[in-house]
């Protein structure tokens, strides 16, 4: 329910509560209309917004599978890890030569500044100084080639262990222990539960008010619904239902729903009048749904009523009242007070 028509119910309550009076020994309350937001209710399905697959990277043999389907993952665990030895082979090698490559820098810095010194004192000529700074050039270079080569080495290795990437649960598994894998081959399939969304299509006569108002709530159940955290409207529409499909996303939290669920997604598209009553004066007898109505000389009706939708402490009342007449808000009351009168 929006924020703004849960502030217009509960101001109602409050006044409704002020003006209950006592007739023909009756607490009454009158029947109001209220201005409230006007919805298009639609058919939805619950997704997750993180879902993914994890592929590998490299070819090589799974050696550990750490999860299985529908356990939760927590974010960055292992989930998976090939065999390594190669690859902490090529890394140690490159390690190697990135420590040789520095020493050598640093010789060709000393032996830079060497020369430098003598060239300053004239005592060598300017092709030895120029020689010197050529090595120096040149063992940077080396330095960074080993440096890009003992990063390439880190990656290959970091590829052997396979991390989750959001927190979420396992759907499906891919592979088994002992496989032996390819570049760009499935692994693991997951989704995330911290961010769901439900995902409707609405009819083109319906896109330009739920463009306007941005608002909807995700109802979950007949007696639960949640406002929408936003929504987003695609720009075209289906070229064979002509329907825009929507996104409506959910904050984040537990509401017992899960990907792939239907539920129901209430847009707003405008405003209007509601006929409201307290939910207390409202009576069921078999079939028949009323209330019982207070004249103004005292006396008391039972009468029958259609409502619509019920919000907190009130109900939309259909049908069979008009707004201002008087319901009494104790029924068992209103029924003796009933049979006294005749």
């Given at each position: 329910m929006s924020s703004k028509l849960t502030s217009w119910l509960i101001g109602i309550a409050c006044l409704s509560a002020n003006q209950i009076i006592v007739a023909a020994d009756l607490a009454v309350v009158a029947a109001q209309q209220v201005p409230s937001k006007q919805e298009r209710v639609f058919d939805a399905?619950?997704?997750?917004?993180?879902?993914?697959?994890?592929?590998?990277?490299?070819?090589?043999?799974?050696?550990?599978?750490?999860?299985?389907?529908?356990?939760?993952?927590?974010?960055?665990?292992?989930?998976?890890?090939?065999?390594?030895?190669?690859?902490?082979?090529?890394y140690g090698q490159a390690k190697a030569g990135q420590q040789e490559a520095r020493a050598r820098l640093k010789e060709a810095e000393d032996e830079f500044k060497r020369i430098k010194d003598i060239y300053n004192k004239k005592l060598v000529s300017k092709a030895e100084?120029?020689?010197?700074?050529?090595?120096?050039?040149?063992?940077?270079?080396r330095v960074e080639a080993a440096n890009a080569k003992l990063a390439e080495a880190k990656e290959q290795l970091d590829n052997t262990?396979?991390?989750?990437?959001?927190?979420?649960?396992?759907?499906?598994?891919?592979?088994?222990?002992?496989?032996?894998?390819?570049?760009?081959?499935?692994?693991m399939t997951g989704f995330s539960y911290e961010h769901l969304r439900a995902t409707t299509q609405i009819p083109q006569a319906f896109v330009t008010a739920v463009r306007a108002h941005g608002k909807?709530?995700?109802?979950?159940?007949?007696?639960?619904?949640?406002?929408?955290?936003?929504?987003?409207?695609?720009?075209?529409?289906?070229?064979?239902?002509?329907?825009?499909?929507?996104?409506?996303?959910?904050?984040?939290?537990?509401?017992?729903?899960?990907?792939?669920?239907?539920?129901?997604?209430?847009?707003?598209?405008?405003?209007?009048?509601?006929?409201?009553i307290?939910?207390?004066?409202?009576?069921?007898?078999?079939e028949l749904t009323g209330v019982y109505v207070v004249a103004e000389d005292g006396r008391v009706s039972l009468r029958q009523i259609r409502i619509g939708r019920r919000t907190d402490n009130q109900v939309e009342v259909l049908a069979g009242l008009e707004a201002g007449e008087q319901?009494?808000?104790?029924?068992?009351?209103?029924?003796?007070?009933?049979?006294?009168?005749r």
């Amino acid at each position: 329910m929006s924020s703004k028509l849960t502030s217009w119910l509960i101001g109602i309550a409050c006044l409704s509560a002020n003006q209950i009076i006592v007739a023909a020994d009756l607490a009454v309350v009158a029947a109001q209309q209220v201005p409230s937001k006007q919805e298009r209710v639609f058919d939805a399905v619950i997704e997750a917004v993180h879902q993914s697959t994890v592929s590998s990277q490299l070819v090589g043999r799974v050696v550990e599978i750490n999860y299985d389907v529908d356990d939760f993952v927590p974010k960055d665990s292992v989930i998976l890890r090939f065999r390594d030895s190669e690859q902490r082979a090529r890394y140690g090698q490159a390690k190697a030569g990135q420590q040789e490559a520095r020493a050598r820098l640093k010789e060709a810095e000393d032996e830079f500044k060497r020369i430098k010194d003598i060239y300053n004192k004239k005592l060598v000529s300017k092709a030895e100084l120029d020689k010197a700074d050529t090595a120096l050039k040149a063992a940077k270079a080396r330095v960074e080639a080993a440096n890009a080569k003992l990063a390439e080495a880190k990656e290959q290795l970091d590829n052997t262990v396979i991390k989750a990437p959001f927190p979420g649960i396992v759907t499906e598994r891919h592979v088994e222990v002992g496989e032996t894998v390819g570049v760009g081959q499935a692994l693991m399939t997951g989704f995330s539960y911290e961010h769901l969304r439900a995902t409707t299509q609405i009819p083109q006569a319906f896109v330009t008010a739920v463009r306007a108002h941005g608002k909807a709530r995700v109802i979950i159940n007949d007696a639960s619904s949640v406002d929408a955290e936003s929504l987003r409207v695609f720009p075209i529409a289906d070229d064979r239902s002509h329907s825009f499909n929507v996104r409506v996303a959910l904050p984040q939290n537990d509401y017992g729903v899960y990907p792939g669920m239907f539920v129901k997604v209430a847009f707003v598209t405008g405003e209007v009048d509601r006929l409201l009553i307290n939910a207390d004066a409202v009576v069921s007898r078999s079939e028949l749904t009323g209330v019982y109505v207070v004249a103004e000389d005292g006396r008391v009706s039972l009468r029958q009523i259609r409502i619509g939708r019920r919000t907190d402490n009130q109900v939309e009342v259909l049908a069979g009242l008009e707004a201002g007449e008087q319901v009494a808000i104790d029924p068992i009351a209103a029924v003796i007070q009933l049979k006294q009168q005749r």
